[in-house]
């Protein structure tokens, strides 16, 4: 019976990477029938759910990996992003905490902790929990990227600058640490360098209306009012799309 489990899981991971997902899901859930104490079963398929943005059902698969495997604590930290995705930050910040007690060189889970506490209003508990990240990886990107974030919140922008700085240094393709970067500039009146930062995102991640109504209002603000109009227009484009 393990062994038909098995084959189920194995079909499942392979259709995931292919990008067939509910052919993954159908597996892994077959794979649980047959043997419903299967973690890792129960773990892809909350993997699977995610990408479906089937959060609450997620949520669930990963209760019963917790309750199959409860020092399991990369569960713990996924866990803890689907409680974010469904708006239960306090609950999320309870799962990452679990997941630091028990590995508590987890770089990923104190950024993650970060993350929710700048989300609850805890700006300074936030930028202790994003700089034992560093600490633990000083290459984690994104603990750079929400290092920068918790500083803009705290109007701290020239800090805020340096780790969006050290965010794209270590990771050039990282539009999101781009677009903070381009509002931090302009925050502090570096309308040229704003610019750069919002065309670079742009480039990057093309879809992003919100990069293209700001790469506008910033090149209002350098004189350059008919390619201000260009990105106004496409960001009004984009937004439209999504609403059809």
Not at 61 to 85: C, F, M, T
Not at 103 to 122: E, F, H, T, V, Y
Request: hydrophobic fraction near 40%.
């Amino acid at each position: 019976m393990k062994k038909e489990a098995m084959s189920c899981y194995t079909r499942g991971v392979a259709l995931t990477i292919l990008g067939e997902y509910d052919e993954a899901l159908e597996n892994f859930d077959k794979a649980i029938q047959i043997h419903p104490d299967f973690a890792e079963a129960w773990s892809m398929l909350a993997v699977v759910l995610i990408i479906l943005n089937k959060y609450k059902d997620a949520m669930y698969a990963y209760e019963k990996v917790i309750q199959l495997r409860p020092d399991d604590s990369n569960a713990w930290r996924d866990h803890g992003g689907v409680l974010e995705s469904l708006g239960k930050h306090e609950e999320a910040l309870q799962s990452y905490e679990k997941a630091i007690e028990i590995r508590p060189n987890d770089a990923r889970a104190w950024r993650d902790k970060g993350s929710a506490l700048i989300i609850m209003g805890k700006y300074d508990e936030a930028l202790k929990s994003l700089e034992k990240s560093i600490e633990i990886d000083p290459d984690f990107d994104k603990a750079w990227r929400d290092r920068g974030w918790a500083f803009d919140m705290l109007e701290r922008h020239n800090e805020a600058l340096k780790s969006y700085d050290k965010a794209v240094e270590l990771n050039p393709d990282y539009a999101k640490a781009w677009k903070d970067r381009g509002y931090t500039l302009d925050m502090l009146g570096m309308y040229k360098e704003a610019f750069e930062s919002f065309d670079k995102s742009a480039k990057l991640q093309p879809d992003d209306a919100d990069v293209w109504h700001n790469r506008g209002l910033v090149l209002v603000s350098l004189g350059r009012h008919k390619e201000a109009l260009e990105s106004l227009d496409k960001a009004d484009q984009l937004k439209a799309s999504i609403l059809k």
